[in-house]
């Protein structure tokens, strides 16, 4: 990275705090330039979201050489999913640290990561609400454990409070599940209700009482399956790739 390109990143970064902004690097026919974009996330647990016109109007200047974004009041050290989102991309990743020093912001240290296979693990990942969540878990255990592959989809933050139904039977059974009558085995997907009309968490039965999940603002874990969760708990679905093996 050259100079102008790091000097661009932080007037950029400086300039959006306490907002997390995000750009992208690319290598034009006059050299390397940075290409400020625009972040569209409406709320905090979003972090950044890069519309898709931003991107395609960088990739008109030339080549796409990495993607810039800041880490507003918070050191450069990249998330997990900073880390499967720069594995998404195929991009180098520069990520800046922003705070404020005598009361303006001011940049701090600048971290690079490469994709290279890195996949978050399934207990003690971060959450991040679109990225990192309750249904990329179930996404990752169904792909790594089971073998089946489960569609993905877009959605806001606070989905259930806005007509969205990630979690509707209707789709569930298009995904290739059904309710389950008997006792719930491992790899059973279960569809709960925190503070929500709608079922908007799910978690999958381990076996043995436990369940694996990712509550919003903490680390995903395997927890005893009853009590709270029982009480929460709408339907229970299993696969029938499960149901017929």
């Known amino acids: 990275m050259n100079l102008t390109t790091l000097q661009a990143i932080q007037a950029h970064a400086t300039a959006e705090y306490p907002k997390e902004s995000c750009g992208l690097v690319v290598a034009t026919a006059t050299g390397e ?46 998330s997990d999913a900073d880390r499967v989102q720069c594995e998404a991309s195929g991009l180098r990743w ?9 009361g303006l912001p001011e ?17 003690g990942r971060q959450f991040a609400h679109g990225v990192l969540d309750c249904y990329t878990l179930v996404q990752d255990f169904y792909l790594r ?15 259930w409070a806005k007509g969205e139904q990630l979690y509707s039977l209707d789709r569930l059974r298009a995904e290739g599940f059904d309710l389950v009558a008997d006792e719930p085995q491992r790899g059973d997907l279960i569809l709960m209700q925190i503070r929500s009309t709608v079922p908007n968490h799910a978690g999958v039965y381990l076996g043995d009482g436990l369940m694996l999940h990712h509550l919003h603002g903490r680390l995903s874990d395997r927890v005893p399956y009853g009590g709270y ?11 029938r790739e499960m149901a017929h093996g």
Do not use: K
Request: contains cysteine.
């Open 107 to 123: 940049c701090g240290d600048l971290r690079t990561i490469a994709p290279s296979g890195y996949v978050a693990p399934l207990i």
């Open 229 to 239: 969760w029982a009480e929460r708990t709408c339907y229970i679905v299993r696969h």
């Open 94 to 102: 520069h990520i800046i640290s922003v705070g404020q020093v005598d």
């Open 145 to 159: 454990e089971l073998g089946i592959r489960l569609g993905h989809y877009e959605r806001q933050d606070d989905w």
């Open 33 to 78: 330039e940075y290409f400020p974009c625009r972040n569209t996330a409406t709320t905090p647990s979003e972090h950044f979201r890069l519309p898709a016109e931003d991107y395609a109007l960088a990739e008109d200047r030339g080549e796409l050489l990495a993607l810039v974004h800041s880490h507003p009041d918070a050191p450069a050290a990249p």
